[in-house]
């Protein structure tokens, strides 16, 4: 951790080098702008080679070792892991779910978040969709318990071993950054349609939140803590055991968090080669365009995603408490066997109520479709011109420089500011980025998709840092915006596809909007987390001093919170990378749109894997420049 | 096992497509078999109207047990050599699917034509035919170039594209065409309607790449702007295309060693047939919010011949 007073300082070279590079680079735009131009599919032999691997995939399903010993297995196992999981919640029906996920909370969590379950439950039936809602629960379940299991050894593995560490991070960037669609038709081959390889395709995306920010607990417990039992005579074994677990333990919740929430969100996308559950029902509805039953669905996921997302963290808080008394244990637990009874018995005792009977069931379809045809009527004009304004002052600008400047002076400039932020590795790394999006013959597709993502980011971390701030200062705050941040981050995209496209039209502006949307929620949950971890005797230490509440923001608050805005800033890229593809459905065109090709069509299968490629490309490059920028540079004065 | 998991996902596709097992009566005694005949569904509307008849027919009709996979067009091909899928209902061309999965691996057979004829072509909403009637031939579109301006297009008229799923020439025809536009790439289905939707309740102009059958056609009126007309081989080029887009034969594909199997299915999936205002009413009932099995019944009741000549030995 950076000592606080460090934080906010920069060589004051850096700013006029910046200075100098943004004038030596509209001085070359001015100047060669529009030369050399590289079209799209120029080069082609990558995408001629994906191509071909595509297609030959899949061919000695039979045959190949490789499937009988391997992929086969794994797609039976899943399955039936997941057949299994269906079965059951038939056998129980909607009285014993709802009563044994009750109980669950109840034992885990406590009163207030067992009735949070109860009401989470008798929402799906409300809904309308009791099924889906089950079938989505067991994915997750299946999808988290693996997540976890292979997750926290490979975190804590990392938090412990630079070297790991330094192997796992592109992994884990290209897992999170490669977008599903470009990979599902090839999950496909491998695990079959259906359940197994949306699984798969959910595990893909979400595993990586779970092992960085174990890998970030582990790192970010204090040396001396380390140091103090190192020589009391612990081995390290005792030293991660006693020490650095138990005191990472609520970043590590964070990271489970965000592990659900990401497999929530992956459901919609894996709808789309027959895994059922809510992603289906959100699919049926975009598919005629009926907004109201796709929020109706988009809310049941968010009411899922709340429900779990409170009862793993209440658990885990309890996990490191000290016991409870012995006859409050014993309420708690006879309460919880008492309700599974009830609920196994009620279907026997009173058949009516076998059944989840349909006039309960009012589902928000119609309210919000009334109130969607007002606000496409009524506020189109608005929006419309708002984005005509944002379009010609920010989009097109920078648009204009990337894509029409020749790729290798683009290419220098990339080089050279990641060489005056950070370091020659920085610079190379930046170059070789770009230098592949060339090579697979998407340069302009690149382009515009990088303007789009630069200020997708700019915005999410404005956003991040002005709720993020006021959420990690204000705990009411936290408990108002927290399920709305929550929504935003499960709520699938294709849930507010429809109303963003009525509203801002098919735009490259509807492409940004939707992934600020996205990543917002993530980046200021994280540094909300920051602010608030600020250990309360250095606040108190810097209020003692009478220091106001902007001094205590800018030069205590925020310079203490950097690893974890750190973090905000590489999820917040990260994710709005991820709504690259969501962008090129409404408007975004780009490498989002050929990705959407490649899935839709196999003859373009080669260019939707390399514009996936590139789309990787473009993030690690924006994560790395950004990231060096934000650490503290190692002056002299710094080393000790 | 294998046989209990078939059977578990066949009632949660059944589920999730609003159907239920319970048929009427009126079932023939053929048998249909006891495994489940899987049908993909693509996710556009007509497809989905397609889906909701045969799947009545055959539950109700043959006594046939059903499992619906919703999944996207490329990975529905996937399932003829796994076996995972049996029928497709609704093909737009794919040649290079039909000749890996056809001609070389010769897991799938073409299954003739739905009946159904697709259009690709240009539209304008019906609000700017009657304002413009010129705007109907694109001799006259630069002369309304200003008008189609947007955020997007810069200084030229929009021409709003992209529906992934299907096949486009438009950068060359208007390039070829001399045309003083530019292709916006929108995206997807929902962004080509919601566009049209918005330019017909607002009267705003818009030029816009579409296709037939569609069911958001039964409630939106829109007019095709006819380009130079198609003669075979006019699109053999890419690059110098000049021409309006063929019209397609929609067509079923299934799986091979399901058609080898033969029995009462198999005929009636060989005969299935109707016309773009069939599959246009059914369509428009399911946008409507009606069940599969709703919309199917309703038509299947009304058209009783057409019903009983897919089911003739």
């Known amino acids: ?640 | 096992m294998a046989a209990a998991a078939l059977l578990l996902s066949a009632c949660a596709g059944n589920a999730s497509s609003g159907t239920s097992t319970s048929g009427s009566g009126n079932a023939t005694t053929a048998s249909c078999g006891s495994t489940p005949i899987n049908i993909a569904e693509n996710a556009w509307t007509g497809y989905a109207a397609n889906v909701a008849v045969v799947d009545y027919v055959l539950r109700t009709k043959l006594n046939c047990k059903t499992k619906i996979s919703k999944v996207d067009e490329q990975v529905s091909w996937q399932g003829f050599p796994t076996g995972q899928i049996d029928v497709i209902l609704e093909n737009w061309g794919h040649e290079d699917l039909a000749k890996k999965y056809i001609t070389d691996q010769k897991v799938a057979v073409d299954l003739g034509p739905t009946g159904n004829q697709g259009i690709i072509g240009w539209y304008v909403p019906q609000w700017m035919a009657d304002q413009y009637p010129d705007i109907l031939d694109y001799k006259n579109l630069n002369k309304y170039a200003d008008m189609f301006k947007t955020s997007e297009s810069g200084d030229k008229g929009q021409l709003l594209d992209g529906d992934p799923s299907y096949v486009t020439n438009d950068k060359a025809l208007v390039k070829n065409l001399n045309l003083n536009y530019t292709v916006v790439t929108g995206g997807s289905e929902a962004a080509l309607i919601t566009a049209l939707q918005t330019a017909t309740d607002q009267k705003k102009p818009l030029l816009f790449y579409f296709y037939e059958p569609q069911y958001a056609l039964a409630t939106i009126k829109v007019a095709r702007v006819a380009l130079p007309p198609y003669t075979a081989g006019c699109d053999a080029d890419p690059k110098t295309v000049a021409c309006d887009y063929p019209p397609y034969t929609l067509n079923k594909i299934a799986r091979a060693a399901f058609i080898d199997a033969g029995g009462p299915a198999v005929n009636f999936l060989k005969k299935f047939n109707w016309t773009n205002d069939d599959q246009n009413k059914v369509a428009a009932d399911i946008a409507a919010g009606k069940s599969y099995d709703d919309a199917a019944k309703a038509w299947v009741e009304a058209n009783p011949d057409k019903v009983a000549a897919w089911l003739a030995s």
Request: glycine share 10%.
């Open chain 1, 1 to 640: 951790m950076p000592s606080a007073d460090g934080g906010g300082r920069r060589r004051p070279a850096v700013k006029w080098q910046l200075l100098v590079l943004l004038l030596v680079w509209v001085g070359l735009y001015l100047a060669f702008g529009g030369r050399w131009p590289l079209e799209d599919g120029e080069p082609s032999g990558i995408q001629d080679w994906l191509q071909n691997v595509v297609s030959t995939i899949g061919d000695g399903r039979l045959t190949n070792p490789l499937f009988v010993y391997v992929f086969n297995p794994i797609t039976h196992a899943l399955q039936s892991a997941y057949d299994t999981g269906i079965w059951l919640t038939q056998q129980l029906g909607w009285t014993g779910m709802t009563a044994i996920g009750t109980a669950i909370a109840l034992v885990v969590a406590g009163w207030r978040l067992a009735v949070l379950t109860l009401i989470g439950f008798l929402a799906f039936g409300v809904l309308g969709l009791w099924d889906e809602s089950m079938e989505t629960l067991v994915l997750v379940a299946i999808s988290v318990f693996l997540s976890v299991l292979i997750g926290i050894p490979l975190g804590v593995w990392a938090g412990m071993s630079d070297r790991f560490e330094r192997f796992l991070l592109p992994i884990l960037d290209t897992m999170q950054i490669l977008p599903s669609l470009a990979y599902l038709p090839i999950i496909t081959l491998f695990f079959l349609i259906g359940p197994p390889s949306g699984i798969v395709a959910t595990l893909v995306y979400s595993i990586p939140p779970v092992i960085r920010l174990t890998d970030v607990g582990i790192r970010g417990v204090a040396s001396e803590s380390v140091e103090a039992s190192r020589s009391l005579g612990a081995t390290t074994r005792q030293v991660l055991r006693d020490v650095q677990l138990p005191m990472s333990r609520r970043t590590r919740i964070v990271g489970v968090n965000q592990t659900v929430m990401a497999a929530l969100s992956m459901i919609t996308v894996a709808a789309l080669v027959a895994t059922p559950g809510l992603g289906q029902a959100v699919l049926a509805a975009l598919q005629v365009r009926n907004v109201g039953a796709a929020f109706n669905a988009g809310l049941a996921i968010v009411v899922m995603a709340i429900m779990l997302d409170r009862v793993i963290s209440g658990a885990s808080r309890r996990v490191g408490r000290v016991a409870v008394s012995r006859r409050e244990r014993l309420t708690v637990w006879g309460t919880g066997a008492a309700l599974v009874v009830v609920g196994a018995v009620i279907p026997a005792v009173v058949p009516s109520l076998a059944t989840w009977n349909e006039a309960w069931t009012h589902p928000i379809t119609a309210p919000v479709n009334d109130a969607f045809g007002w606000v496409r009527i009524n506020v189109y004009p608005i929006t419309l011109a708002f984005t005509e304004w944002f379009t010609t002052w920010f989009i097109n600008p920078l648009e204009s420089v990337l894509t029409s400047m020749p790729f290798f002076i683009t290419i220098a400039m990339f080089a050279v500011l990641a060489l005056i932020v950070g370091y020659l590795r920085t610079a190379i790394t930046a170059a070789v980025c770009l230098i592949a999006c060339v090579l697979l013959g998407l340069w302009p597709s690149s382009m515009v998709t990088l303007t789009q993502v630069i200020i997708a980011a700019a915005l999410t971390m404005v956003l991040g840092m002005i709720f993020g701030v006021w959420t990690g200062r204000s705990p009411w705050a936290d408990r108002i915006l927290r399920p709305t941040l929550d929504a935003g981050q499960v709520l699938p995209p294709f849930v507010y596809l429809v109303p963003c496209l009525a509203l801002f039209g098919p735009t490259r502006f509807t492409a940004i909007i939707a992934a600020v949307a996205y990543a917002a929620p993530a980046a200021i949950k994280i540094i909300g987390e920051g602010i608030a971890t600020v250990p309360t005797n250095t606040m108190e230490a810097t209020r003692s001093v009478g220091s106001t509440s902007r001094q205590e923001i800018l030069k205590v608050q925020i310079p203490m919170a950097r690893p974890l805005i750190l973090v905000a800033l590489n999820q917040g890229i990260i994710f709005v990378m991820a709504m690259v593809v969501i962008g090129g459905l409404v408007g975004g065109g780009g490498l989002g749109y050929d990705v959407v090709s490649g899935f839709s069509q196999e003859r373009f299968a080669g260019l939707g894997l390399a514009a996936g490629i590139a789309i990787v490309a473009l993030g690690i490059m924006l994560d790395r420049i950004s990231q060096s920028a934000g650490k503290v540079r190692r002056t002299a004065a710094d080393v000790r």
